[in-house]
């Protein structure tokens, strides 16, 4: 499925430094692969002016990207995390077969992009124009309602889809087979443990598959290799998922029908 | 473009009947190409009913649905927004040509399913299980920053756009033809006139060619016709964009750099 011509062509990522973010999606898709790529902004001689250029004039003959994580590929630039990785994914052998299979693989993707603005948006729900301690009232609200609602909403459906869809050949997988989906679910997963451990704590019984899922990828040998690299950031207060104490709440579970 | 042998397959889209929300970005898109579709759970036999079962349990052997707007194609059942028109597009002929021209399409409309999200989130910050009553000065806050920061960036980013991408033989559109993505636009400017319109008016002179694509598309004579009849729901306070007059806030717009 690797697309031998396009190999020669460098991948290069732009994404704000100091982060995983975003952009760890896409860069866990490349290291699965073991395909190399520049980390454009975190070389120091080019950093996050690397990026800015890109936003304030597009230099290619191509769209104009709004934010960040970016592809740079030969004379393709893409944004849009879901974008890049539909565009990336048969390239890098991680997309299913077919174009149904690869719109469900995107239909999934999508649905992660919706559980990470909720993620995000506990520490930020009032704006990413002001800081955290600006809104850490309306922050512990919309943990509480997160936790107890749409956490449990979303990995509950994610756990349906392994037990529907997985084959015996590829079990523990969301699509039949390994794809770059399962790396973001792992993302996803890894981030919310780091930034809600009581959350997580109580609901893993609930989710066996999915945590199944998380250990497979975290075992790929690519994978194991790259979180024990310094190419993986890590967890901070500036990304998606944020360790505060205050929003590391326990949960009440909406024990609502399943999904 | 068109595909004639999935022609006479029916069209069955399924949303919460009573609202616009995300569902009307596909109803555009059949509407304006003059196919036709059924609403299916705006038929009072069938009702939310028709989409809660789909939620329930997939009664296909295709993925399951988390949430609505659903397609129904045959044996293709689809969701998330962009994904259904990334589906659809090429056959109302509504896409661009070419794989790049395509992922630069979904790339926008994925701009603007950001954009609807923080749009959505300005009556409801803390979270969707509470009625807005139980989170109005939350949204007062949330909105404040929405005016002033987000609606500026997002509205002179799809300016640009279109500056830069619209082709004398196709004025006043973002990819230099008719696509799927303006309609969504379309659809989004409209609803912010009706939410915010103090905030709309005093930032319509900085946005003259979205303007012009939106008057472009609702002169258009199948856009208009729908616009005219009762398949057109009335806007409403169950929808994404909902007229709260406390929320119509004098704008303070950022005046930093573009995006």
Redesign the interface.
Known sequence: MSETPASATPYELFYWPGLQGRGELVRLAFEDAGQPYEDVCRDPAKGAPALLAL??K?PHD??????PPILRHGS?L???T??IL??LAPKLDLAPEGE?AR??A???Q??L??FI?EAH?THH??????YYED?KP?AL??TR??L???LP??LR?FE??IA??ASPAAPLTL?GRHTYVDLSLFQVVSGLRHAFPKAMQAFEPEILSVAGLVARVEARPNIAAYLASPRRLPWNLHGIFRAYPELDLEPHF?RG?A?
């Open positions: 936003l304030a597009n191509a769209l104009r990207p709004l934010a393709v893409l944004a849009q879901a974008n539909f565009y149904a719109l469900a995107l239909q999934l999508l649905t992009t919706d603005a948006d729900p009032i704006g990413t124009s002001l809104q309306e609200r919309r309602a997160f107890d609602h749409r909403k979303f459906y349906s889809v529907e869809n699509l909406d029908r999904p």
